[in-house]
């Protein structure tokens, strides 16, 4: 009886083994490589090397490189399944650093990589080519840094734990007033670069819905004191409203007019257009909005609405 106890207990272990592997298999875009204990994620819309590179940074992640054979492999069959129409995918390996001298993010030299050229490959055309890509066969070819190609992202297993946000994302903290999660960055960017952040986090520039609302934002941002902003202007964070069409028209990132969107408290004598450039949206320390120049970097606050 207890042999057959210790059997059925045996098969539920298996069972729940199973079930974890299952779910485990696939999150926020990530795959997970078993032989290398490693998540990895193709990138199918093309991007600049550079952005390729930042995009994979704020999802907590690496431009990836084919550090080993089975990370080599893993990429070739995310190729073949995915439904591409180019054949060339940005890998972390580059010679920005030193001509000729190719290697990947992390340094790792090319003679240590599982990289193989491409016949005739590399051949630096016009001189000009320090990102490297690979083909469907695994195969490398150096290229111009600035064409857009798709790219890898790699996340260690450590960075993937779903917070109670619903991100793999740190910092982002449910607000039990509105119901949503935000997180205040306070390594400024500027607007559009602060939109990719958040949607790296799997969340959406802060869009305020009332004036419950506006309160809250104005707390976090009260919370992070002007000392500890990295590099923009302190005063103001980016929030998920812009004047689209640069004619005083302002929506929300959803597509709603301010009434709509239910908040359109602007702070006082805003939006005045200073300088003619202020086309995107943020909140000043009062929790009010400001339009602000987009290229302009600022603080900027993300949030997750629940599902
Ligand atoms: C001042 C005001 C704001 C404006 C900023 C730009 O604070 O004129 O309206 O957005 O400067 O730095
Ligand atoms: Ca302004």
């Given amino acids: 009886m207890a042999k057959r106890r210790g059997y059925h207990f045996a098969l539920l272990v298996y069972f729940l083994m199973c079930t974890a592997q299952e779910l485990a298999a696939s999150r926020a875009g990530y795959e997970y490589i078993v032989e290398a204990d490693a998540w990895l994620r193709l990138h199918i819309v093309p991007a600049t090397w550079s952005d390729a590179r930042l995009r994979c940074h704020l999802e907590g992640g690496v431009l990836a ?28 390996v580059h010679a920005l650093i030193s001509k000729g001298d190719f290697m990947s993010l992390d340094g790792v030299p090319l003679a240590n990589l599982s990289i193989r050229w491409r016949e005739w490959e590399p051949n630096n ?27 890898f ?17 740190d910092g982002y903290k449910l607000e039990p007033r509105t119901g949503s999660c935000y997180k205040l960055h306070r390594l400024a960017r500027n607007w559009h670069r602060a939109a990719m952040a958040c949607h790296a986090e799997e969340a959406h520039l802060a869009v305020i819905n009332s004036n419950l609302e506006s309160q809250v934002l104005k707390e976090i941002f009260a919370a992070v004191p002007n000392n500890v902003i990295k590099s923009g202007d302190p005063n103001f964070a980016f929030v998920g409203v812009w004047d689209w069409n640069e004619h005083g028209e302002w929506l929300t990132v959803f597509g709603e007019s301010l009434p709509e969107a239910g908040f359109d408290g602007w702070s006082p004598n805003e939006p005045n257009n200073a300088g003619g450039q202020e086309f995107c949206g943020s909140i000043k320390r009062d929790g009010l909005l400001n ?15 629940p599902k």
């Fill in 65 to 92: 490189s084919p550090t080993t054979t089975a990370i080599a492999t893993a990429m070739s069959a995310m190729m073949a399944d995915s439904k591409m129409t180019t054949r060339f995918v940005f890998i972390g």
């Fill in 125 to 151: 055309v016009k001189n000009n080519e320090d990102c490297v890509t690979i083909d469907g066969a695994g195969e490398a070819n150096d290229v111009s840094c600035d064409s857009p190609h798709p790219y």
């Fill in 153 to 169: 992202c790699r996340k260690e297993t450590a960075k993937m734990t779903v917070n109670k946000c619903g991100t793999t994302a």
């Fill in 291 to 305: 339009d602000y120049p987009c290229l302009i970097r600022l603080p900027f606050i993300c949030e997750i609405t």
